[in-house]
């Protein structure tokens, strides 16, 4: 814990006053603030440190820095794992984290067993460019995961009226506590997920004689998205906001069964595909009906079958561009297909003609279709 911490030989006896980190604080406000500062100190924060965190208005986070914080240069890392130093600070950047100095202590032993580990897949075949693709894609999950679960640590545990030195010990307590209970969960996740992925990949005799796996497939891609989203940015408050784009990804989430995968939400929007368009419309659908069972805004969404290529756990081609501009030309609370969603799933929904669309980037005007579920009486 935060007082097992060795104490180093700076003065404890700190004017903190005089450098300015007690300015404006009075009564017992300024008595946690000292308390919290002489803490910091004697156990090795230098003033400058201090000085920064208080400017920053992040002083009670400092003894988290301390608990998750590094301990070796990535030179040290290099000499006990082999994997190169400038290999590791490259992993760091490609993370979206600062690129460390030559002397910076920035590396963990969780650190030493990943430059291990990456050691170890580039041993057995990976080259580079594949450690590059999956290091980027880690980065911007993690870097989400870390910001959520930022988020409902302070949710949870911030009380009202607390003072500050009282915060940072407890907070500090916590995050040593429940930081190390995170890891079953990440690769519990992260299993299932492979395991999902495995079973729906392809190999078989087109791909053993290849020796790559296919390209574009068929897929059927939908986009949606919250309608106005942009223009509530002015009308409600930004934590309102938040909220409307998690129950987006939330409902998305919940819809999102085999054979139709939930593929990425970001803000107002979310992306799913599927080998058949005939479920894609039904999660379409079932997820208009959700928001409207809400009474939350409307969605809309846009739904192209065509060839599809995976990359770096994303899809690209002609049927993610179509869907994402007919979900553009969409009207709220629809559901807009083409032609080949609507002649792979006719007899499934109700449909009627929504007209000839000039998109963005297609040669030629499209015939598109709005889907419903059936009703007693449709053909």
Request: glycine share 10%.
């Amino acid at each position: 814990m935060l007082a097992d911490v060795v104490i180093v030989g700076e003065d404890p006896q700190m004017d903190f006053a005089a450098h300015g980190l007690l300015d404006g604080m009075e009564g017992e406000e300024r008595a946690q603030r000292e308390a919290l500062l002489a803490r910091l100190h004697r156990e090795g924060f230098s003033v400058g440190e201090l000085t920064r965190a208080v400017a920053e208005n992040r002083l009670a986070l400092l003894p988290i820095d301390r608990i998750l914080g590094g301990t070796y240069t990535a030179a040290e890392i290099e000499a006990q794992t082999g994997l190169p130093a400038r290999t590791m600070i490259r992993i760091r950047r490609l993370q979206g984290l600062p690129e460390p100095g030559p002397g910076d202590r920035v590396f963990s032993d969780e650190d030493i067993e990943a430059a291990r580990s990456t050691k170890l897949f580039l041993d057995a075949g990976f080259d580079e460019e594949r450690i590059i693709d999956i290091t980027r894609v880690l980065g911007e999950g993690m870097s989400r995961l870390s910001a959520t679960i930022t988020a409902a640590f302070a949710e949870t545990f911030l009380r009202a009226g607390e003072g500050e030195e009282d915060v940072a010990l407890r907070f500090a307590h916590l995050a040593e506590r429940l930081t190390p209970a995170l890891a079953p969960i990440l690769v519990a996740g992260f299993k299932a997920h492979l395991r999902d992925s495995v079973a729906r990949g392809m190999l078989g005799p087109t791909e053993l004689v290849a020796g790559d796996v296919a390209g574009a497939q068929d897929m059927a891609v939908a986009f949606a998205d919250l309608v106005g989203f942009t223009r509530l940015g002015g009308q409600i408050e930004v934590q309102e906001l938040g909220t409307l784009a998690g129950r987006l990804a939330r409902i998305s989430a919940a819809l999102a069964e085999a054979p139709v995968r939930l593929v990425k939400t970001i803000g107002d929007a979310a992306m799913f595909v599927s080998p058949e368009p005939r479920p894609l419309v039904a999660v379409g659908l079932a997820l208009l009906a959700a928001f409207e069972e809400e009474d939350l805004p409307s969605v809309r969404v846009g739904i192209a079958y065509g060839p599809a290529a995976i990359r770096v756990g994303d899809y690209y081609g002609n049927s993610v561009n179509l869907a994402s501009r007919v979900t553009g030309v969409a009207r709220p609370g629809t559901v807009l297909c083409t032609k080949e969603v609507h002649d792979a799933a006719t007899d499934a929904f109700a449909w009627s003609q929504a007209g000839r669309y000039r998109l963005k980037g297609v040669s030629r005007p499209l015939t598109l279709f709005r889907a419903r579920r059936r009703r007693p009486g449709d053909d």
